[in-house]
C-alpha cells in the first residue's frame, strides 16, 4: 500500500547509530519513489508506523512489527536474522539481509584466525565450519585455495560452494585441526558448542568464533582449552 497523497512507498528506518544516514541514502536514490520517517514511535507518530510499507534498521524494540499492519518488508542492515524474533512480524512479511554484502568481509577475517594460528604453530589439514550458508561457504573457498580439506556442519548433506564434504553430525569435529563457527543464533544452535562438543576436538586444534555470540558456552571454553 503507498502513501494516499504522494502514491509513495513509506519507509521506516529504525537505527541506533546510523537512522539518518540510511534514510538520506535512501531518499537520494528513490527521492521520487519513496516517503521515509526515522526512528518513529508508535506515541510520537502514529501515522508513520500505521502506513508503512518497508521497515529498514537491525536492532528494533519488541512488538514493533505488530504495530505495523500495512507492512510488507523487512530490509535489515545486519546478518544476524536472531533480531527478527523481536518485531513479532506476520506470517505474509518478507525480510532480507545483507549476507552477501559482508560475506567476503567476514570470510577474510576467519581466514586471517586460521593463519594466525598456523604462524602459531598449528598444523592445518582439516577445516571444518559449523555453518554452510554465505558466510561458512565464503571461508570454504579460501580455505580450499591453501589446500586444506574443508568439512561443512549444515542441517542437510546437499553440496554447498567451497566444501568437499557436507555432515549434518558433529562428529566431524574429531577430524578437525581447526574449526570455524559461522552459525546464525537460533533457538536449535544456542549452546550447540558446549562441553561435549569441545570434547570431540583434538587437542592441537584452533577454534575460530565468528557467530553472534551464544553459539559457544563461554564458560565451558576454560576446560577445553
Known sequence: MTDRVTDRVRVVVHHARF?????RSIEAKLADRVLVDVNVDEA???????????????????????RMP????????????????????DAHVRVDDIGDVHARAVAEHAMLALLLARSRGTAIGNVVVLGAGRVGSAIATRARAFGWHTI????????????????????????????????????ETRGLVDAEALAMLPRHAALVDISRGGVVVEAELGEAF
Open 19 to 23: 537512522a539518518a544516514t540510511l534514510a
Open 44 to 66: 510520537r507518530d502514529p501515522p508513520a508506523l500505521a502506513d508503512a510499507d518497508v521497515l529498514v534498521g537491525f536492532r528494533f524494540p519488541r512488538g514493533l512489527g505488530a
Open 70 to 89: 500495512k507492512l510488507r518488508f523487512v530490509q535489515l542492515t545486519g546478518m544476524g536474522r536472531d533480531v527478527v524474533a523481536t518485531l513479532e512480524l
Open 152 to 187: 561443512g556442519l549444515a542441517r542437510t548433506t546437499r553440496e554447498r560452494d567451497g566444501f568437499a564434504a557436507v555432515t549434518t553430525s558433529l562428529h566431524a569435529l574429531r577430524q578437525a585441526d581447526a574449526v570455524v563457527i559461522a552459525l546464525p543464533l537460533t533457538p
